[in-house]
């Protein structure tokens, strides 16, 4: 609040809205839409969540909810003048509301006709970054805003990672083709030798993906498991670089996550991680060439994905491990950067405000 007039605290209290959506701590969106509500709550909003999954009573999912989340998953629903839903857009025909406002996102460079005759629908289209904000405008939409995602800064802090005997390159997320993993397990093992002290892991909440995990490969480890943020900011802190070549993304929240604890990344410079290529702050990998997407929603989001030079990818690798105080340096900076840049309570200021002027 320290940064907020009293003018724009007072304005924030007489806002109130219906906020559509999943809610679960764990995947992209569920994980959105708590921390959306959340810091509107705290912001002095009134919000009303209309959950088309909430955790239930003594689940997985509750048991790891913090208090705060708790108090937002036994919210009554009420019917407010303006409703924000962030889902996928196949679920945009449930919300009611008099104002209607999409929180959404493509993953590749196209918005396939079924997208967008659901975003037709609404009054006014929030997407996370410029590049959405360019993808959505070639596809003839003119109501479009930027409200960057946040990030769980506070469940992810810095963390001053000591020089340790073995180098940990790691990456988290749900593990497919277009993450790139398979590249970063390509360039990982095509690098460095046997007898080098480094390793691998690979976090992947698509339990598909546990059919990878045999790798002959002993100094890869696999853990193929939905992990609470506790568990997983251990793991971010076992590790000394973050690897995150993907193909297209939203958000690309992963890697927002390994910056908030002061890890190096290296990352595709591309779609939602654009924002995140300064070299200041990390290491970019260049796009070599972009290809039509492969996910099973092409009909929905027909666009690019972007290749990256595997040879690229093995520098980098290589030049981290081999300039640790460096990129150090850069992880600490990054750190700094997601704060000040893209901290949940900065982002929900911006939209509290942009509902305000509605």
Known sequence: MSNMSVSETAAFQNISLSYWGYFTPFGG???????????????????????????????????????EERYIALLPYQRMKV?????????????????????????NDMVGEPWKQQCKRMNHIIVPNNF????????????????????????????????????TFGIVGWLNDRKGVFEVVRA??????KNE?????????????????????NR??????????????????????????????????PPREAMATGLPVILTNWSGLEELCKVEISFPLQVKKLVKGANPQVIEQPGNWAEIDIAELMYW???????????????????????QEFSWEKCACRLATFVSLL
């Open 317 to 339: 690798m290589r030049y981290v491990y081999e300039h640790q105080d460096e990129a150090k340096e850069k992880g600490k900076k990054a750190a700094d950067f997601i704060r």
């Open 29 to 67: 969106y569920g994980i959105a839409n708590f921390n959306w509500v959340k810091h509107l709550l705290r912001k002095g909003v009134k919000v009303y969540p209309h959950a088309k999954f909430m955790p239930a009573r003594d689940s997985k999912e509750w048991n790891i909810l913090n208090e």
């Open 220 to 253: 890869i480890r696999t853990i193929n498991r939905l992990v609470s943020p506790t568990d997983l900011n251990r793991l971010y802190q076992e590790m000394d670089c973050f690897v995150f070549p993907s193909k297209a993304e939203g958000v690309g929240q």
């Open 188 to 193: 990982f093992a095509s690098e460095f030798d």
């Open 132 to 167: 959405q904000k360019r993808c959505f405008e070639e596809a003839g939409f003119r109501n479009v805003v930027v409200i960057p995602h946040g990030t769980e800064v506070e469940k992810f802090p810095y963390y001053d990672r000591p020089k340790r005997e073995v180098f």
């Open 197 to 217: 002290p480094v390793r691998l892991i690979l976090k992947s909440s698509n339990l598909a993906f546990g059919y990878f995990s045999n790798w002959q490969d």
């Open 83 to 107: 409703g924000i839903i962030e889902t996928t857009p196949y679920d945009f025909h449930l919300i009611d509301n008099e104002i209607k406002i999409a929180n959404t996102m493509i993953e």
